[in-house]
Structures are given as C-alpha cells and as structure tokens.
C-alpha cells in the first residue's frame, strides 16, 4: 500500500530531479500544486492515456504552464507515452518535454500555455465548445458530449488582465463544466505578492458570477476531494477552488520562498527534500507499486469503450447527427464544398459590385455559413461595423447551441477564448475587431500560430482609409507585423472576389491560422478572366500586363488596386510596358514554386513600385534596391479618406510621378 502523499511525492521528486538535470526550469509550483493533481487525476479525471485525443475527454489544462514538470509527470505516471527518457530530456532539443507545455509536441497536451493567463482563456473557449456541442447534438438518453474543463492556475495567471477578460465572460455565460484552481500561494518571482496583488479573490470571482470554494487546504487531499464535489453540484456557474499551498512544497529550506519558483533546488538541497519526504529511491527511479496506482490505462480504455458502445446506438438511432459529428470532429469539409465555393466566385466575378470588403466579407459568410454549422463566430462589441454577423447567426446567450457569441469589449480575451474553441474540436472559430485593436489580442494571435490554430481573424477598417476618426483608429504597421508572424496568413484582398477567396483559403487552411484585412470604404471590382481568378488563391497573380517586355511592375493591395491599375494605364500611354500585380497574400505568394514567383516577378524586371497604405519598409522584399515604395512613413490624421489618400501620396498622378522618375534613371 502507499499513501496520496506518496503518490503525490512522485510528482515532486520527478519535477525537481528534471529541472536539477536540465539545469534549468520550475520546481515551486509542481511540488505544490502536487497533492491537488493527484486527487483531479485518480479521482476525477476522465480521460484515456491509449487515446489522447478520445473526442469525450476532460480537458486539464495548466495555465501556469512554467509548472511543466507537473503535467509531464502527471502523463508519464498515467500511461501516456512520455517515456522515463523524456522526463530526462526535460528542456532539451527535439525532447517531448519543452521548456513550457506545447501543443502536438507531447501526447495529452490540449494547449501550449507559458504565457500566463492565455491557457485559463483557452479552457473558458474549451467550456464554451463543450456546452454549444452538446447542446447541438445531445438528445435524450444520449449524452455524446459531456465533459468538464479543468483548470491550474496561479497568482500570475490571476493579476494579467485576460484573467479579468475571460472570467467576467465566463461567468456571464454560467459555464458550470468550468472549473479552476487557484493556487494561492502567495509567491511570484519577485517575492511575496501581497507587495503587489492585495485583490480579494473570493469577492472578485463572486462578482464575476462564479461559484467559489474558498479555503482549501492544497495539501489535504479530503479537502481537496470535498472542493471538488462541492464544485461539480453547481451547474450554472463556473467554479473556482482557491486552494492554499507551500510552493516548493518539501523542500526544507526553500519551500515557501521565491528561489524555488524559477531555479534548480541544487544537489544538497534535493538529498534534503528527499529525506523530508521519506522518498527513498534514487533519481528518475519510480517503483513499481505507485506505478501501479498511477496507471489509468485500464479505467481509461473502459471510459472510451463505454463511450464507443453508447455513440454506436447513437448511430443506429440518430444516423445524420452522427455522420455531423464525425465529420466536424475529424475537421472535413462537407462534400459539396469544392463545388459550391468556386460556383459562388464565379457568379461574383460575372456580377460586379463596388462594396466594401467588410461588407463582401458578410455577403460570403451568408453563402459559406450555410455549409458550415461549425462556423463559430464573434466580436469584440463591433459586429454592426465588422459586418460578421449574417442572416442565420444566432447568440449562444439566447441559444445554447447557438453560433455567434458577444464577446464584449475583450480583443485579448476573445481570441485566446476562440483558440480554446477551436483546439477543444467540432469547430472553426472567427472571431473580429477593427485591424488597429488586434494589438491588444497580439500575444494571443501569436500563440494561434505557434499552436496550428486555425482561427480566422476578420479585422476590418484596414488603413488610413478609415477616415475622420483618425490615428488612434488607423494601422499603420499592424499589416506588416502580422504578415511577419510565422505561420499566419494575411489577406488584403482588393474587392468582392479576392475577399471570397480569401475566406475559402482560411476554411482550407487545417494548420494555423487566417487574418483577413478588410476595409470599411468601398473598392472597385476588376475585372477576371478564367486563368486570374484561379491564381488568387496563390497569393499574387497577373491582373493587368500591356505587352511582353516588361519595363515596370506595380505590385499593390486592398483598395490601392483601383489607383494602381488607373496609373499603369496612364504609364502604357506614355508608351512604357507595365505590369500590375494584385497581391492579397504576400504569405500565400512566398509558399509558392520558383516557377510560378519567376512568371510572376521576373528577374530581368528589376523597376518596381509597390503602393499600399501601411508601413512601407515590409515591400522591399519584393522591389528590391531599385524598386520604389509608395506607403506610409508616419502616423495618419483626421480628415475624410479621400483627402487623407491625396495628402499621403496614395493618387493616381503620384505614382506616375515616381514611376516616371523610376523608368528615367
């Protein structure tokens, strides 16, 4: 027989003799939030080591994700395959056990968590996923989706702002499979945090509308087992359990204090902690009797064969909503998508429109939306202006199994929110804002990238052409620095076209996410023939060539294409040999052949002008030492857009100017 606290000690003494090896990492918070992990996985956890993506499972996620020893070692004793030889490799190249938890690097990781606060975000999305499923596909007697969301967070994760975002929005939407712990242990890396963080958390989570258990005791497990059951008896509300604990928890000198939260304990100090504890056994070395204990292999198989044996009746009896739900959790397309989508551009090309591209942004959510009941989407308080909402969209406030949800004034909150939706499954999350405010979502569209989330970002009000609300209000370098971001796709597109085709890109797209760049005024249609309107979908694509010989290439975006195909035709008159290349997606164009960027951009071509309304530096890449940049160098002002576009050079006279010049020297 062993004890908890000698099931829990495993954790600890694995945690602290791989950051010891590694020389480097967070012993403090393993070993304290020890006892409570211990009690959630045995006791609460549902979930299989053999199938880590098993669609029912619980989610746990560890919000304080420099704890990473915690959760590796939790999955190593479970019965995932996380090998003793990983444990070993913790922080180390090509190892499964990185520095902080990532996403398809380590089996049983739901999310890449390090920057805090961003993981509790992703399990508030994780519980809204579970609810607008089940309520969407559950039918009596058949509880296909039913699971909890299960949360570690710290004293860090509580004082960054999303935390305040993300849990008002939580408990706004009485999410009761949600539930948190706080380990409240009065330590962050610069000391005790009653310096700095005097909050009442109790009072500030009951505000919020959550259910709060206040009180525990982290290293008692009968407290922590009564918290939990206290917690799971509230359906209408999500719950915090605040647990009291001793970071570094067993180590006699430096438990308690902030030199154990970021740093190995030292040799001395781990032959000190293991006699405390009365651990025995040498380093990495685990016997086999906890090992007995810890294993969920077999209690695991039997939750997923259960589950298997229920959604096969569920076939039997509801066969449509089955194939729905397989197809949407192993993300495929509908059948007729192909089909539908480049029927629909076709018709957009043959009826020419001048609209905005936030407003052909909304015209194409109409059409797709229909195909795609996983369409989830939202925004930050601006859905009449970023146009994201369509005739079928319905609020998950009204509506449990509903698609569109309020997100409120809470940029940040929502998009770390929608990667949770999305990585939970059965769903494609967009999410909208205007282009200027998704700075206050930057760290969360970043880790979107890092984590393969395919998110959709609509940002709309794309440049100076904002007009008279002015600088505050108008991006200037945002294009280029989400263009710079790995992984990401941005499109600009130029009308009502390239915006559909932007949109089906992203809907394809399966690894990362889609920021569509959209303008609030109107843009002029070009006109396509077959062969252009297929190479959109490449990222950058002929639209106007006058002769063979080229002596000049203009390359542009969004709605300084109108401006630009004007100019060329005023360039050719003077009897030069232009090119206009539309580039929508300077990301999609870098991905493709050398062929195709040579037919493009030839080599012998070496005058070009790149005009577009966003920070001019990013275009050299592509015109190079001799090319020429029309863009912008300062901030915007206030004034209408027609007279900000004729202050700031973006005119059709300008760029003959400058390409005359160019074509002279």
């Known amino acids: 027989m062993c004890s908890r606290r000698e099931l829990a000690n495993a954790i600890r003494i694995l945690s602290i003799d791989a950051v010891q090896k590694a020389r480097s990492g967070h012993p403090g918070m393993p070993m304290g939030m020890a006892d409570i992990a211990e009690v959630l996985w045995r006791d609460f956890l549902k979930h299989n080591p053999e199938n880590p993506m098993w669609s029912n499972r619980d989610r746990f996620i560890l919000s304080n994700g420099h704890g990473s020893m915690l959760l590796y070692s939790l999955l190593h004793l479970t019965g995932y395959k996380l090998s003793i030889k990983e444990l070993k490799n913790f922080r180390q190249l090509n190892s499964k056990t990185p520095g902080h938890p990532e996403i398809n690097q380590t089996p049983g990781i739901e999310v890449t968590t390090g920057p805090l606060g961003q993981g509790l975000a992703n399990a508030v999305g994780m519980a809204i996923a579970e609810r607008t499923l089940s309520s969407y596909f559950n039918r009596p007697n058949y509880d296909i989706v039913n699971h909890y969301t299960w949360v570690f967070v710290g004293d ?5 702002g999303i935390s305040h975002e993300v849990c008002s929005l939580a408990g706004t939407l009485k999410l009761g499979k949600l539930i948190v712990f706080y380990d409240k242990n009065g330590i962050s890396i610069d000391g005790h945090v009653s310096n700095w963080f005097t909050d009442d958390t109790a009072k500030r989570f009951e505000s919020y509308n959550w259910h709060v258990v206040d009180q ?115 993300k495929k397309l509908p059948d007729n998508w192909n089909a539908k989508t480049k029927n629909y551009i076709t018709i957009l090309q043959k009826n020419p429109k001048n609209i905005a591209s936030r407003q052909a942004s909304q015209n194409t959510l109409e059409e797709f939306g229909k195909m795609l009941p996983e369409l989830l989407g939202g925004s930050a308080d ?59 979502a930057r760290n969360a569209v970043r880790m979107a990238s890092l984590m393969d989330t395919q998110h ?63 303008s609030r005024q109107t843009l002029f249609q070009s006109a ?124 059709v006279d300008n760029i003959v100017e400058k390409a005359i010049i160019l074509l002279k020297i």
Request: glycine share 8%; with cysteine; net charge neutral.
């Open 156 to 160: 860090g994760c509580l004082m960054e």
């Open 528 to 651: 396509r023939n077959s062969e252009q309107l297929k190479n959109i979908s490449r990222g950058a694509y002929i639209l106007y060539d006058s002769k063979p010989l080229l002596d000049l290439i203009l390359i542009s975006t969004g709605s300084e294409i109108y401006i630009t195909l004007l100019a060329a035709e005023k360039i050719v008159s003077l009897g030069y040999s232009v090119r206009v290349v539309s580039m929508p997606s300077t990301n999609v164009f870098d991905k493709q052949d050398n062929a195709y960027k040579e037919s493009i951009f030839p080599s012998y071509v070496k005058k070009r002008i790149a005009i577009e309304a966003s920070i001019e530096d990013f275009w050299y890449k592509y015109v190079g030492k001799h090319g020429v940049i029309i863009g912008m160098k300062t901030f915007g002002e206030s004034a209408p857009a027609e007279d900000l576009f004729e202050k700031f050079g973006f005119t």
């Open 456 to 518: 959709i970002f609509v940002y709309t009000h794309d440049s100076i052409g904002l007009g008279e609300d002015g600088p505050t209000h108008q991006p200037i370098e945002q294009l280029s620095s989400l263009r710079m971001t790995p992984n990401l796709d941005v499109w600009r597109p130029s009308d009502q076209v390239e915006t559909a085709v932007a949109w089906k890109n992203a809907i394809e797209k399966k690894s990362g996410p889609t920021a569509l760049i959209l």
């Open 216 to 330: 525990v005791d982290g290293h008692d497990s009968k407290s922590i087992k009564k918290s939990i059951e206290k917690a799971k008896l509230i359906q209408d509300k999500p719950s915090i359990i605040i647990c009291s604990t001793v970071i570094g928890f067993g180590s006699p000198n430096k438990s308690g204090t902030a030199e154990s939260h970021g740093a190995p304990l030292g040799e001395t100090e781990i032959l000190l902690t293991r006699a405390k504890l009365n651990w025995k056994y040498p380093a990495f070395e685990i016997p086999e009797h906890i090992y007995e204990k810890w294993n969920f292999i077999k209690q695991g198989v039997k939750l997923e064969n259960e589950w298997n044996r229920k959604f096969a009746l569920y076939e039997s009896d509801y066969p449509s909503l089955a194939i729905e739900y397989l197809r949407r959790i192993h």
């Open 382 to 440: 601006l859905s009449p202006s970023n146009l994201t909402t369509w005739s079928c969209s319905d609020s998950i406030l009204k509506n449990l199994s509903g698609n569109y949800i309020h997100y409120g004034v809470r940029e940040f909150g929502m998009t770390a929110i929608a990667n949770g939706i999305f990585h939970h499954g059965g769903f494609i999350p967009y999410t909208a804002t205007f282009l200027i405010f998704f700075e206050y």
